[in-house]
T-cell receptor, first 116, second 113 residues
Framework: AQSVTQLDSQVPVFEEAPVELRCNYS??????LFWYVQYPNQGLQLLLK??????LVKSINGFEAEFNKSQTSFHLRKPSVHISDTAEYFC??????????????FGTGTKLQVIP | DGGITQSPKYLFRKEGQNVTLSCEQN?????MYWYRQDPGQGLRLIYY???????QKGDIAEGYSVSREKKESFPLTVTSAQKNPTAFYLC????????????FGSGTRLTVV
């Protein structure tokens, strides 16, 4: 069975500093990996995803994540954060499709608090 | 623009009452999902549906019911049997065999008073 671990429930960081949000997964098969972002009282939005190919994937707003198969990790990084990045970030893993259903397992989330 | 609409955004319920949360999508997605979100617990799957008139229990289905009479609609009923219904409920959808990921609605916050 697949699982996702986000060890850090909260990460405070000063504005313009770099940040890394950690994500480790467990699965017996090949996986697809996702990062979602959630702003207060809103739904989740897909930030970036790894399906295959290049292990480094990037979002349009400066985040990037690297798939590391040997360490079963998919950490999210940003070299310089902004106040607007304050949100909760969820890592998710999928083992693919079972019929028309894509089973996705979510981590418990990491709250990124950007300090002015 | 296509998307998922959840209503209402906030819902208050008295103990012992059933309530129904609405989820409508115009993305032409076949699969739809209901998740429950509690602080520190991430998202837990309640029910999912792959196609009209078919749905399956997720990890925490007890005390909930769903229907899928139309492709666009997947309402969730929180019954009086649900012991701790206060939570944030999220509806999502995905196209078949497409690894884009889920599209989520903006959620319904249910509070039992």
């Amino acid at each position: 069975a697949q699982s996702v671990t986000q060890l850090d429930s909260q990460v405070p960081v000063f504005e313009e500093a770099p940040v890394e949000l950690r994500c480790n997964y467990s699965s017996s098969v090949s996986v697809y990996l996702f990062w979602y972002v959630q702003y207060p009282n809103q739904g989740l939005q897909l930030l970036l995803k790894y399906l295959s190919g290049s292990t480094l994937v990037k979002s349009i707003n400066g985040f990037e994540a690297e798939f590391n198969k040997s360490q079963t990790s998919f950490h999210l990084r940003k070299p310089s954060v902004h106040i607007s990045d304050t949100a909760e970030y969820f890592c998710a893993v999928s083992e693919g499709w079972d019929g028309g259903y894509q089973k996705v397992t979510f981590g418990t989330g990491t709250k990124l608090q950007v300090i002015p | 623009d296509g998307g998922i609409t959840q209503s209402p955004k906030y819902l208050f319920r008295k103990e012992g009452q059933n309530v129904t949360l609405s989820c409508e999508q115009n993305l032409n997605h076949d699969a739809m999902y209901w998740y429950r979100q509690d602080p520190g617990q991430g998202l837990r799957l309640i029910y999912y549906s792959q196609i009209v008139n078919d749905f399956q229990k997720g990890d925490i289905a007890e005390g909930y019911s769903v229907s899928r009479e139309k492709k666009e609609s997947f309402p969730l009923t929180v019954t009086s049997a649900q012991k701790n219904p206060t939570a944030f409920y999220l509806c999502a959808s995905s196209p078949p065999y497409d690894n884009y990921g889920y599209t989520f609605g903006s959620g319904t916050r249910l509070t039992v008073v």
